[in-house]
């Protein structure tokens, strides 16, 4: 039952270094918990206790699609003129600017306004909001 302790943190850290659990949840995170408690237990000799967790935690991830990949989602809306216009505006770039500039002003905004410096979480995630929209509008062109 050792190979199977071993053979589940294997199978965490593929999960984390793929990206499939890039943004695990705190359920996520107490799921891959119990599910290594059980493995443990297992290995120790009393698989009457472990085994349910082991399973337990496997229904939940298969049940969650965390082990099939990234969930299907459906075709993004298009963006509205008014929502590409703020975001310009507040980054500071022009309509006709590409990736790259976004990124720069980005980077140049950021570094000023982020709570680390003395920023607002709000308006660090406004800024990186837009970001995400001018790029994703970018790609859509």
Known sequence: MGWLALLLAGLA????????LQ????????????????????AKGKPVIGAPLL?????????QGK????????????LPPQDIAQARALLGVAPDADADMIRAAHRRLIASVHPDKGGTEALAAQINA???LLLRHQAER
Do not use: C, E, N, Q
């Open 23 to 42: 943004r695990m949840s705190a359920k996520d995170g107490m799921a891959l918990g119990v599910a290594l408690v059980g493995a443990v237990l297992a």
């Open 13 to 20: 850290g593929w999960l984390i270094w793929t990206g499939r």
């Open 130 to 132: 837009a970001r995400d």
């Open 67 to 78: 082990l099939r990949g990234k969930a299907k989602t459906a075709a993004p809306k298009p």
């Open 55 to 63: 399973i337990g935690a496997a229904m939940f991830f298969v049940g």
